[in-house]
């Protein structure tokens, strides 16, 4: 694999790290407080090519759909409002792609940061050597970890809507945001809403970073946990338009991955998108904690 080299080199380094240092009063072994830091994780991150590839393939999206409007000309009368007026500015085409990733693109990313993070180190069998040598109490490492997977996932919304409203912007034009719902608003203003909707996409993306990081410390296979990440998102996504259901929909925090709609009328609606927040970070808050709970107690043998 073409990223193994590196890790190779970084377990051999791990392995052959000092012990470490004991007191001269109290020869009982002192907890090493500076092992891991998160620059080094970041940097690690950052160096791995599925990272590079992704973040390059954000950057890309826009100019692609920006070509495909600019050939195909406008979207029809029968297409969603979004769609239809996204060649209307550069604020109208950042929208859009938020309505055409949130649903599924965006979760994939997310379960490929959050998924893969903890999982690939326990593929290389480098897992055990992060915590043996220098020592790393294991719930320093998950936090570590994740802080910086979700780290990425924000770094990867803000690289798309930002690289959305410049194309969209060179295309056509920095037009004030027309809005499906209530005519025109200002630049501010259209900045504003931009700002209040990647928050709230961000906030319902935090139930598949959680999912995808407990499959992550549960499996040592990486392509396991991000793809169950995503077929659980697909099948919650299939029962949630299943309308017999009901009231029942409500508990599920993939009901309220389009409440951002409401950042779009005259006057801001918040009840929508506290609700669906108040839902995502129940889920996030217990599916993190089982995460925590499981890996404390794992015997991490890879």
């Not at 779009?264 to 808050?285: E, F, I, R």
């Not at 599916?287 to 925590?292: D, E, G, R």
Request: with cysteine; charged share 10%; glycine share 8%.
């Amino acid at each position: 694999m073409p990223e193994r080299g590196h890790h190779t080199r970084l377990d051999a380094a791990l392995a052959a790290a000092p012990s470490p240092v004991e007191d001269a009063t109290h020869p009982r072994t002192l907890p090493v407080r500076n092992t891991l830091p998160l620059r080094v994780e970041a940097r690690r991150q950052v160096l791995r090519r599925r990272t590079q590839l992704t973040f390059a393939l954000l950057l890309v999206l826009p100019w692609l759909l920006q070509l495909a409007f600019v050939i195909g000309g406008n979207a029809g009368s029968d297409a969603p409002a979004l769609v239809e007026l996204a060649t209307s500015g550069a604020a109208n085409f950042a929208f859009f792609l938020v309505f055409a990733s949130s649903g599924f693109l965006l979760g994939v990313v997310v379960a490929l940061f959050c998924g893969d993070t903890v999982a690939s180190e326990a593929s290389w069998s480098s897992l055990k050597y992060l915590l043996a040598g220098p020592p790393v109490p294991r719930a320093r490492l998950l936090v570590r970890k994740l802080a910086v997977a979700l780290a990425s996932c924000v770094l990867a919304v803000v690289v798309l809507v930002a690289s959305g409203f410049v194309a969209g912007g060179v295309a056509f034009g920095w037009h004030a945001f027309v809005t499906p719902l209530a005519g025109t608003l200002s630049t501010g203003q259209s900045l504003f809403r931009l700002g209040v909707v990647v928050v709230y996409v961000l906030t319902s993306q935090l139930f598949v970073a959680s999912l995808a990081f407990l499959l992550g410390v549960w499996t040592d296979a990486p392509l396991g946990a991000v793809g169950g990440a995503v077929v659980l998102v697909v099948v919650l996504d299939i029962l949630d338009a299943v309308t017999a259901l009901g009231n029942w929909r409500e508990i599920s925090p993939r009901h309220y991955t389009t409440a951002w709609i409401d950042a779009l009328g005259d006057s801001l609606v918040w009840s929508g998108m506290a609700k669906g927040a108040l839902v995502t970070l129940a889920w996030t808050a217990g599916l993190l904690a089982l995460a925590f709970w499981h890996f404390t107690r794992k015997d991490v043998v890879s």
